[in-house]
Structure formats: structure tokens, C-alpha cells
């Protein structure tokens, strides 16, 4: 079982940055693949910025050159820097974490807005 701890959202003007934080309850060396996702009112959720073991990073169309993901294994973290937000850019956002063995596991979301 892994727990995972998101933190960083919040009210934002649009052209603002945040910076989300995901912390696991163990190790995050050995995971699979860890990404963030987000869900705004009325839709699907969708897969935000991913990173694998390997640091191969991808990102969805709408946020390449604006979101990087990053991951510091020492502190079991992984973030998401956002720049230049936009107002479609707000949603929950969760992170998820796939082990080595395939097993999936959520964050409880963090809501992010960006408005005027």
C-alpha cells in the first residue's frame, strides 16, 4: 500500500504559477511511472504530465511549454510546476503512482483555480 499526499493548489490569477507537490509514503526509486491528472466539473479525467522510472517525461498537447514534471526520489516526491496558467486550466488534480508490479494507487486531489 502506498499513500500519496498532494499539496500546492490553489487560487491563481490567470498568467500565474503554482507549483504541486505529491509525496509517497515509501520510496519512489523502484515505481513504475508516476503522473499527474486532472478532473474539471463536468468531464473526463485526463492524464496532465507523466514521468517514468527511466525520467522519460510526457505531456498532454495543452500544457507543453507550460507544466514541467519533476522528481526528487530522496524526498519520495514528485512535482508539477505550472507557469502561464490559464482558466481552462482549472480542475482537481491528482496524482497517481503505478508500481513495478503494476499496482495503481491515487492522491486524494488537489483543486486548483485560476481567475480573475
Known amino acids: 500500500q502506498v499513500q500519496l499526499v498532494e499539496s500546492g493548489g490553489g487560487l491563481v490569477q490567470p498568467g500565474g504559477s503554482l507549483r504541486l507537490s505529491c509525496t509517497a509514503s515509501r520510496s519512489i526509486v523502484t515505481m513504475n511511472y508516476m503522473g499527474w491528472y486532472r478532473q474539471a466539473p463536468g468531464k473526463e479525467r485526463e492524464l496532465v504530465a507523466g514521468?517514468?522510472?527511466?525520467?522519460?517525461?510526457n505531456y498532454t498537447d495543452s500544457v507543453k511549454g507550460r507544466f514541467t514534471i519533476s522528481r526528487d526520489n530522496a524526498k519520495s516526491t514528485v512535482y508539477l510546476e505550472m507557469n502561464s496558467l490559464k482558466p481552462e486550466d482549472t480542475a482537481v488534480y491528482y496524482c497517481?503512482?503505478?508500481?513495478?508490479?503494476?499496482?495503481?494507487?491515487w492522491g486524494q486531489g488537489t483543486q486548483v483555480t485560476v481567475s480573475s
Open positions: 497517481k503512482l503505478v508500481t513495478i508490479t503494476f499496482w495503481t494507487f
Open positions: 514521468i517514468t522510472q527511466g525520467g522519460n517525461r
